[in-house]
Structure formats: C-alpha cells, structure tokens
C-alpha cells in the first residue's frame, strides 16, 4: 500500500528533473494531516529535507515514531534515490516552531 499522497511523489519528480535541468527550487507538500515535508536546496550538491509533524511527542529521530511514520519516510527516501539523491540515515530533531516539530537531515544531490 501506498502512503505517499501522488502530489508528493509528483513534487519529489519534478525537484529530480529540475536537477538534471540545473536548476531546483524548494517543495512543500503534505504528506497527511499532521505531516509535511520540505526539500530546500542548500549547495550544489546539497539540499535539507525537513519534516515538519504536529504529534504530543518529539522524539530524537522521526522515525521513532514508529512503524507508519517509517513507511512514509521510507517512500519519499525510495523515491529520492530513484533520482539519485542519497538521504541521510536519519532526519533529527531540530526543534519545535508553533506546536509543530521540526526534523531535517542533509540530502546529497547528484
């Protein structure tokens, strides 16, 4: 089953092709009611992926949230590597701005 809402995926594409052309520009898509996500180039050859997630809890990875939140992030990751950018092992917690927590990690771009 599909978690990845298809604007996500589409967005995710479009960011991929966009390298290949030279020239990128940030994404913000929700991935469900209480989840964003959020690529915005950094360098050349890197870009900061946040996930930012309204929930009681913030835990030091977004991951451990547990087995759904995994999936989701495992999808937008697969999807990712499908252009050739390498996510981190993890997105971390950075902090929290008006009740939402954020997580970001480092994407290496091709």
Same mark, same amino acid.
């Given at each position: 089953m599909?978690?990845?809402?298809?604007?996500?995926?589409?967005a995710v594409d479009?960011? @991929?092709g966009d390298?290949?052309?030279?020239?990128v520009e940030?994404?913000?898509?929700?991935?469900?009611s209480?989840?964003?996500? /959020?690529?915005?180039?950094?360098?050349e050859?890197t870009? %900061?992926?946040?996930?930012?997630? %309204?929930?009681?809890?913030?835990?030091p990875t977004?991951? !451990?949230?547990?087995?759904?939140?995994?999936?989701?992030i495992? @999808? %937008? !990751?697969?999807?990712?590597?499908?252009?050739?950018?390498?996510p981190p092992?993890?997105?971390t #917690?950075?902090?929290?701005? !008006?009740?939402?927590?954020? #997580? /970001?990690?480092?994407l290496q771009l091709?």
């Amino acid at each position: 089953m599909n978690h990845i809402p298809d604007e996500v995926l589409g967005a995710v594409d479009e960011f @991929g092709g966009d390298l290949l052309l030279g020239g990128v520009e940030p994404i913000s898509e929700k991935l469900k009611s209480d989840l964003w996500v /959020e690529i915005i180039p950094d360098t050349e050859s890197t870009a %900061v992926c946040r996930y930012k997630t %309204v929930h009681t809890q913030s835990p030091p990875t977004i991951r !451990d949230r547990g087995s759904f939140m995994t999936t989701i992030i495992d @999808g %937008v !990751d697969t999807r990712l590597r499908q252009w050739g950018i390498e996510p981190p092992a993890a997105y971390t #917690y950075v902090g929290t701005v !008006d009740d939402t927590h954020h #997580y /970001e990690g480092t994407l290496q771009l091709p």
